[in-house]
């Protein structure tokens, strides 16, 4: 319990620029160190917090803290990455006089959103590369960035839009994979039928030629 309240407590104080640029630094250490997913995994659990309510990683570090540790974890995870931004804002805002006309802080702000900006670049290009596997899921990253950034759709929208076509995609998979294996089994049964009559046919032969063999032996007998 302590261990994933100290590690979100990291992610919480060093992470600039948002919880989508805690993305890379939170999957090297979740996939690459404690390895307590897999990189498929830690992709669907991104997807998941991406397209819930709320900050993004307040959701990761519920839904980690829950994975890890139940409810009792969700809850420590969840306070340990919140609380170094509580602490950071309160003392800010007492000095936001201060803040405000630096021209050193201001400079410092400034290196801060570049390195943000790196962050999320970085996460961008670790989520695409695991989560972009067909022409399905190219097609849907380029449509729903042009439908946001170029025609300013609505986010819901696009997420509802895709859900529906995810779950639509996956119903025809199914239904193909479905008939595939129904015609398979009918070959496989067509198959085992033609054996079974050429065997049958086989054994017939074999018996009509026993037959045959044994009335031969009988006229020469009587002969």
């Known amino acids: 319990m302590l261990e994933l309240f100290v590690t979100f407590f990291k992610l919480g104080l060093f992470t600039i620029g948002g919880g989508v640029a805690m993305i890379p630094i939170l999957s090297n250490i979740m996939v690459k160190d404690k390895k ?8 669907d659990i991104i997807a998941i917090c991406q397209g819930l309510p709320g ?8 839904y980690v803290g829950f994975k890890k540790r139940g409810l009792i974890g969700s ?7 919140i609380l170094p931004s509580f ?17 050193y802080v201001q400079g410092a702000l400034g ?13 961008v290009y670790q989520v695409a590369k695991v989560a972009i596997k067909d022409a399905f899921s190219a097609i849907g990253a380029v449509l729903s960035f042009i ?4 025609l300013k759709i609505n986010v819901v929208y696009i997420i509802v839009l ?7 995609r996956a119903l025809l998979t199914k239904t193909s994979i479905d008939t595939r294996d129904c015609g398979k089994s009918v070959s496989d049964a067509d198959g085992r039928d033609y054996q079974s009559s050429l065997k049958r046919r086989d054994e ?8 045959k063999k044994n009335k031969e032996g009988g006229d020469n007998s009587c002969c």
């Not at 307590?36 to 992709?43: A, C, G, L, Q, R």
């Not at 809850?75 to 990455?81: I, Q, R, S």
């Not at 439908?147 to 170029?150: M, P």
């Open 55 to 62: 900050v993004i990683a307040i959701n990761m570090a519920t």
């Open 204 to 211: 017939r032969s074999d018996i009509i030629g026993e037959d």
């Open 111 to 123: 290196g801060l959103r570049a390195a943000a900006l790196g962050l999320i670049i970085i996460a």
């Open 75 to 81: 809850f420590v995870a969840t306070f340990g990455v």
């Open 87 to 103: 602490v950071i804002i309160v003392i800010i805002a007492r000095g936001m006089n201060f803040i405000d006309g630096n021209p």
């Open 36 to 43: 307590w997913f897999s990189e498929d995994e830690m992709i």
């Open 147 to 150: 439908l946001i950034a170029v």
């Open 162 to 168: 895709f859900l529906a076509l995810g779950i639509g």
